[in-house]
């Protein structure tokens, strides 16, 4: 079968063939994979993984052989998985049934393979700060993959949402109530605040959180030391707390996974959540994919088709 393999050079990745995945053990499902999607996450780490592996998290296609266990969805489905530790860059995939969703028909592979790992980092993120309804919401990096989803489920929860981006065009059309390019240390407080870039705006975020606030730390694209007031942290927000979300060590610890990426392909399906798929191409452009995304030349995510 073909795969995106990982290469010594740049930009670390190309379409090979491979041998055919293992047996499936039991509570695995076998994937005919159709779309995946890169996070920058993932291709960033590109140039650490070793040669000849095959990378990925996200995926959508159907399922070639359910898993003996009985458990997920039967043979013939259209589902949206996740694939940890990575693999999902393939043309047939072992995936834990558990993390597998049937998709709606209403749904794409494409719209489908944008889910996993940037909407449940947004769901999860917002569980750990409670009932947003009524609240004031951040979202930095909001015209990214995570961002985007996030400032929708705010909106969708009745926050009040702040988005800060860079490219913040067609952004209040998807729920933003404003749009801001940064964030500075100082002006009104938000109850939440999720952060994706580190750096400066994540020592603002600190400076900008309400009492009892709380603000998520899910992913840092500048690679510098955030520097803030400790002293004004804890004396004008009392109770706030900084949470550090990394996905996967979420979804080690819930059995829910299955379940999220059905309520978000729900509402893919019913148009309340609009995925970014405006960048998809043949999954032969992969190094191409790969360079774009990582020089920040593209909004959302990169899907590419299995074809």
Known sequence: MRALVVTADQPHVELAEVAEPRAP????????????????????????????SIHGWDLAGVVAQAAEDGSGPKEGTR????????????????????????????VTFEQAATLPVAGLTALRAYEQAGLLLGKRVAVTGASGGVGLFALQ??????????????RGEGLEQLGAHEVLNTLDPEGDTF????DGVGAHLLGAALQRIAPGGTVVSYASTIQEPVSYPAGLFFRRAPRAKLYGLFIFAELEHTRTTAADLGRLADLVATGDLTVDASHTESWTQAPDAVTKLLDGEIRGKAVLTVD
């Open 153 to 166: 489920l705010a909106r969708l929860s009745g926050a009040h949402v702040t988005a800060i981006a860079r």
């Open 191 to 194: 109850d939440v605040i999720l």
């Open 79 to 106: 589902v949206v998985g996740v694939k940890y530790p990575p693999g999902a860059w393939a043309e047939r995939v072992n995936v834990p049934a558990d993390t597998l969703a049937p998709l709606p028909d209403a």
């Open 25 to 52: 053990l039991p509570s695995e499902a076998v994937v005919e994979v159709r779309a995946l999607s890169l996070n920058r996450g993932e291709s960033n780490g590109l140039a650490s993984a070793t040669p000849g």
